[in-house]
């Protein structure tokens, strides 16, 4: 029986990630807190006034760096703490500290890459990079695989997925999609497989690229998927430990 092993959200897309014990999620939203906030960059068009594909933020796929950020949310006071090994701890509210936080950013961003410019918040949709609003999945057994194959350790927090599960072999996730699973008290449709960037080549505890993630999932399967999307089709909680069921 496949069970939840970890719970993972990115409160800043792009920018960092923190762990839960449990969380409740609502019919057809993202994870609270989950890719709440976005940063724009220089080129970019997006206002904020909806949801926009990626390609109109920062992310780890074009700026390594950032894939070594951690972070932690003050629900309460409405901030986020970041941290990354050649930055000083950050606390700022994203609403208003836009300044702040750029000038902490500046130095991890290449000077040849469009430079991160605003954050944006679309009120009511965290900004996950489908265009429908996901949970996103991860089985540990296919992360096993996947060191196998490469001959290296291959850190889970590559792939930063909300839900990391274990209990059933490598690639059987695949098989769930089309298929609704029961997850503590909630339910989730799985949709679609996850198709992978660049981000996932970059050690995230260092920021730096040191693992050719992408070639190997060509090599091994003529394509880049890993994990899941999921949409939330009934609210309830999950939790570390809970049980995961196919009804």
């Not at 709440?36 to 006034?49: F, L, Q």
């Not at 003529?222 to 939330?232: K, L, P």
Request: charged share 25%; with cysteine.
């Amino acid at each position: 029986m496949a069970q939840v092993s970890a719970l993972w959200r990115h409160p800043i897309k792009g920018h960092g990630r923190e762990a839960l014990d449990s969380v409740s999620l609502t019919e057809g939203q993202t994870m609270p807190w989950d890719r709440r906030w976005a940063v724009a960059h220089e080129a970019a068009r997006a206002d904020g006034s909806e949801w926009v594909p990626c390609a109109s933020f920062s992310r780890g796929s074009k700026v390594p760096a950032l894939m070594a950020i951690d972070a932690r949310s003050d629900v309460d006071n409405g901030t986020v703490t970041l941290s990354h090994p050649d930055r000083p701890d950050l606390t700022f509210d994203p609403d208003r500290d836009t300044e702040t936080f750029l000038d902490w950013v500046r130095p991890l961003m290449p000077p040849e890459r469009a430079q991160s410019a605003r954050i944006l918040r679309v009120p009511g949709r965290g900004m996950t990079d489908t265009d429908f609003p996901s949970i996103s999945l991860i089985n540990l057994a296919s992360n096993a695989e996947m060191a196998n194959l490469m001959g290296q350790d291959i850190s889970v927090l590559r792939w930063r997925c909300n839900i990391h599960f274990d209990g059933i072999p490598a690639w059987q996730e695949f098989d769930w999609i089309g298929k609704t699973l029961r997850i503590g008290t909630a339910t989730l449709s799985i949709r679609e497989p996850i198709v992978r960037c660049l981000a996932t080549t970059a050690n995230p505890e260092t920021g730096q690229r040191d693992a050719d993630t992408l070639g190997t999932l060509n090599a091994r399967f003529g394509h880049q998927n890993f994990g899941v999307y999921a949409e939330v089709t009934g609210s309830g909680t999950v939790s570390v430990g809970d049980a995961m069921d196919l009804i």
